[in-house]
């Protein structure tokens, strides 16, 4: 098995055609190794979601190929990738995408259930005391805080056992307190239980909890920091939005 959990080679995204198209991403190579957190940031409209949706399978580069462990995406078909999204990649967002009327764990159990498989209550248990809300399964999301709420949505990614867990803006609703416990919480998944995170994020405080920083800019990766400071990133961000377009 690849040692990569994520891998891109060469990928363009191009939107639109002829004298109008926009390069979303021009020739990404990256490797994402399993068991690894890494945080992509770059200038707004530099290419980060499209980078997310690409490498998640969301949405299909013009060129190039994503591979998801072993598996190539370029041939997949439409049902093909939707069970490779439901089965082996998780999501969170920064708007928290819960179901406000169903308690927390049957928000959990949700992506089981779409899959057609019964969830056992011990798994959605663990899955819920793991982010630290076992005490809180039988609550109705909406009487939840944020920061629960988020919690609870990264259970509900977790719960499947996918092999890359990606995040858009994560902690973005959150004050910056909270942020920081679900950071925590996201670096404990990659500490302790190997997991693989790729988070998009424009807070260097976030990405300092990552291992690795990649830098987009106008759709090329623009060089990396690994284990950096939040200041050592703010620092090269704030050279990026400075230099000449
Ligand atoms: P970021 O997440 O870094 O802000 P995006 O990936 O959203 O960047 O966008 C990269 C570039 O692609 C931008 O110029 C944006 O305007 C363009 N773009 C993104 N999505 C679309 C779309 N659906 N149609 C046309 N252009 C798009």
Known sequence: MSNDAIRLDSVTRRYGSGGTSVTALDHVSLAIPRGTFTAVMGPSGSGKSTLLQCAAGLDRPTSGSVTVGDTELTGLSETALTLLRRERIGFVFQAFNLLPSLTAEQNVSLPLRLAGRRPKKARVREVLRQVGLGDRARA??????????????????????????????????????????????????????????????????????????????DGRVDGELLGASAQDIAARLSGLEAAPC
């Open 140 to 217: 109705p999301t909406s009487e939840l805080s944020g920061g629960q709420q988020q919690r609870v949505a990264l259970a509900r990614a977790m719960i499947t056992r996918p092999e890359v867990l990606f995040g858009d803006e994560p902690t973005g609703a959150l004050d910056s307190r909270t942020g920081r416990e679900v950071l925590t919480l996201l670096r404990g998944m990659v500490d302790r239980d190997g997991r693989t995170i790729v988070m998009v994020t424009h807070d260097p405080v976030a990405a300092s909890y990552a291992d690795r920083v990649v830098l987009l800019v």
